[in-house]
């Protein structure tokens, strides 16, 4: 796999279909993954890899219908000393590695050790997403990770985080900034010493470091996913995700922005977001206010303005003028306006909120 810092994306339906299994098997797997493939689809193999370096640290996710990837002696020439943590996200998959043998299902874990002869046989294909680290770093926070190969991992709720953070690495389209990468990997080192469990030496700090940024990262995700539920509230978030309110306001309390200004903050900026936009014209404010989780106009009018130091009114009667006013079909092309002179905090909002909320 590439080292270097760029999101790889490939697919065997990139591949001429007559020829697809066998540049598969000779210019992917074998120069790339450094494994062999044996097809059992019955003629229609398809497989989707996504790939995210991060520092020292590799997340892959991949999709197959049924198939078989071995991983032999002479494979294994050129490989580093890595250990990989697999989750299972649609299976049943077998697993071969350092002498053990098990079938897992969807939803459970194992850890192999990828400088050894690996099997894995998806009879009815499936997919799964795996981290991938130097043994010599998870060997400084897990004793004897050796230990646990063939095993299944335990599940819970660092599992489940670790989980959630690599489907949403793989879901990227664009790969994070070298600096962040690494921060990332980091992240995913101590998410994985956490799961298979690290020395008493490293229980804080893994906890300090990764565990707690990905339940922030969780948390802020939650808030994401649900702002515009008018009844979501901090115990909504708390129990979601297994924490205390009290912990999950602490966490908050890093950003520098309480759970009711990130709450607030995503309701107002995809408010804007359909006050800007053409396809939302036939909604009546009231109505946009409502779809966004407020559940008072009044008071959705006075955070908007105190906001955007314009009314929800303006701002759409401005979207609606520079409309009129250019040739070009969608305000989405618009790079660098103002919603009205004067008003520098509106000023170059409309891609960056696009961007991140419009669907």
């Known amino acids: ?31 790339s993954l450094a494994l062999d493939v044996i097809d059992h689809s019955g003629g229609r193999p398809r497989i989707d890899v996504t790939y995210l370096p991060l520092g020292t640290v590799g997340v892959c996710g991949l999709v197959a219908t049924p198939a078989e990837f071995i991983r032999h002696e002479h494979h294994l020439k050129n ?3 890595q250990f990989g943590l697999n989750i299972i996200d649609t299976g049943p998959l077998q697993f071969a590695n350092a002498g053990q043998e098990r079938v897992y299902d969807a939803g459970s874990a194992c850890l192999i050790d990828r400088g050894r002869p690996l099997r894995v046989f998806g009879p009815r294909g499936g997919s799964v997403r795996f981290v991938i680290v130097h043994a010599s770093a998870l060997k400084s926070l ?45 992240h995913l080192l101590d998410l994985m010493a956490a799961t298979l469990g690290p020395t008493a030496e ?3 700090i893994v906890a300090d470091r990764g565990v707690k940024a990905a339940r922030l990262r969780a948390i802020l995700e939650e808030v994401a996913r649900r702002f515009s539920d008018p009844n979501f509230d901090l115990d909504n978030v708390a129990g979601a995700l297994g924490l205390s309110r009290r912990y999950v306001q602490k966490l908050l309390e890093g950003t520098g922005k309480s759970f009711t200004e990130h709450l607030a903050g995503r309701r107002l900026e995809r408010a804007f977001a359909m006050l800007t936009d053409p396809r939302h014209l036939h909604l009546a404010i009231v109505d946009i206010a409502f779809a966004v989780g407020f559940g008072d106009v009044s008071h959705f009018n006075r955070m908007f303005r105190r906001r955007f130091a314009e009314t929800p009114s303006g701002v759409r009667a401005a979207s609606i003028k520079r409309e009129r006013s250019d040739p070009r079909p969608n305000l989405s092309r618009h790079i660098g306006t103002r919603i009205r002179s004067g ?13 991140r909320l419009c669907p």
């Not at 590439?2 to 000779?26: I, N, Q, V």
């Not at 008003?343 to 961007?355: A, C, G, H, K, P």
């Open 1 to 31: 796999m590439p080292t270097s810092s760029h999101l790889l994306r490939w697919s065997t339906e990139m591949l001429p279909e007559r020829a697809r299994f066998s540049a598969l098997r000779e210019e992917f797997a074998r120069q």
């Open 79 to 81: 490989s580093s000393d």
């Open 142 to 186: 897990v004793a004897h990770p050796e230990d646990l190969l063939g095993r299944a991992v335990r599940p819970g709720p660092v599992l489940r985080l670790l989980d959630g953070y690599l489907r949403s690495l793989t879901s990227l389209e664009e790969p994070p900034s070298p600096g962040l990468a690494s921060t990332i990997g980091v």
């Open 202 to 204: 490293a229980a804080n």
């Open 343 to 355: 008003s520098s905090r509106v000023e170059n909002r409309y891609d960056t909120i696009r961007n």
